[in-house]
């Protein structure tokens, strides 16, 4: 990265040159992944350990893959069978972990700002795999890097981010990350469902889907986070569906060229209709299959001897 940067904590750990350096660099690694054997030397010798004390899918497989390919150790942490259960803190489960030699650390965890915190007791570098309603820092990374494999420079281009603003970490990452890269962002929600601090983001908002869909380079929906709200805030989903959710009548009036994506997973027939996430520019497993590639580059650059031995090590592979 352009500065010394030992963790990714947030979006804005990062300016437009060193997200830049981030992007180019992914393309090398998703060229390893259409190997006959996807896998470089890159971080061998390098231990990387895995802290999600919330439940996850896509974001884990992806960070232990982008582990395995570039030959890095990786060891597993699973709060349903630690010593959490037995009430044990999160300061001496890290410091735990810690004292088994690590080099990286990647955690999710359900409070905002606990990487944060882990940073300040670990000489480990920590990436910020999702934080309460925080930060997703990689996930916007791909993101970004999906939408410009189809788009191209995205300076003007305009995002609508539709659906659970309020209770997502994802959109407060990708309104700092696309903004950062010349994109207009305009948010589509019920009043209920946006920050109560949405005056101080870069954004326009609107509650009218219909009214700005025509105008959408890439059309970015959220699921409802049921599991973080304590409140009814829409009446019904079903209404949700019909106010904002994208059906086909409306991905029928995205421009042709527009991009519809999903952090996942998605809740077919609330915030995405089913027929519509099928569709060829619903770049969801695009998305998916991107992560590895961002997340290997993340990985390396935070733990590996930076870019300087990115095209010698790869080429060497």
């Not at 105008?215 to 986070?225: E, F, G, N, P």
């Not at 935070?302 to 080429?315: F, I, K, N, T």
Request: hydrophobic share 40%.
């Amino acid at each position: 990265m352009t500065g010394p940067v030992r963790h990714l904590l947030s979006i804005a750990d990062l300016d437009r040159d060193s997200i830049e350096q981030i992007l180019d660099l992914t393309e090398s690694f998703a060229e390893v992944g259409e190997r006959n054997i996807p896998k470089v030397p890159a971080l061998r010798g390098k231990t990387i350990a895995w802290l999600f004390y919330e439940d996850s899918t896509r974001t884990r497989l992806s960070f232990e893959t982008a582990a395995k390919r570039l030959s890095a150790d990786t060891m597993n942490f699973s709060v349903s069978t630690s010593s959490v259960k037995k009430g044990e803190s999160l300061r001496d489960t890290v410091s735990t972990i810690e004292a088994m030699g690590v080099d990286g650390v990647v955690v999710r965890h359900s409070a905002a700002g606990a990487p944060n915190r882990i940073a300040e007791w670990v000489d480990a570098a920590v990436v910020n795999a999702g934080d309460g309603w925080n930060q997703h820092p990689t996930q916007s990374l791909l993101d970004l890097y999906t939408a410009r494999s189809h788009l191209g420079d995205l300076d003007g281009r305009h995002m609508l981010i539709v659906g659970d603003i309020k209770h997502s970490r994802v959109a407060r990452s990708n309104v700092s990350a696309f903004t950062e890269m010349g994109a207009d962002v305009t948010l589509v929600a019920p009043r209920t469902l946006l920050p109560a601090d949405i005056d101080h983001w870069p954004v326009e908002v609107t509650h009218d889907l219909d009214s700005v869909i025509e105008s959408a380079d890439i059309c970015y929906l959220l699921r409802m986070q049921l599991e973080r709200q304590e409140l009814a805030y829409v009446p019904t989903l079903r209404e949700f569906h019909t106010e904002w959710g994208l059906d086909p009548r409306r991905a029928d009036l995205l421009p042709e060229h527009a991009l519809i994506m999903h952090p996942g997973p998605m809740n077919r027939g609330v915030e995405i209709d089913g027929s519509v996430a099928d569709r060829p520019n619903a770049l969801m497993t695009q998305q998916v299959a991107n992560g590895v590639a961002v997340r290997m580059a993340v990985l390396y650059l935070l733990l590996g001897s930076g870019l300087d031995l990115v095209d010698e090590r790869l080429a060497a592979a």
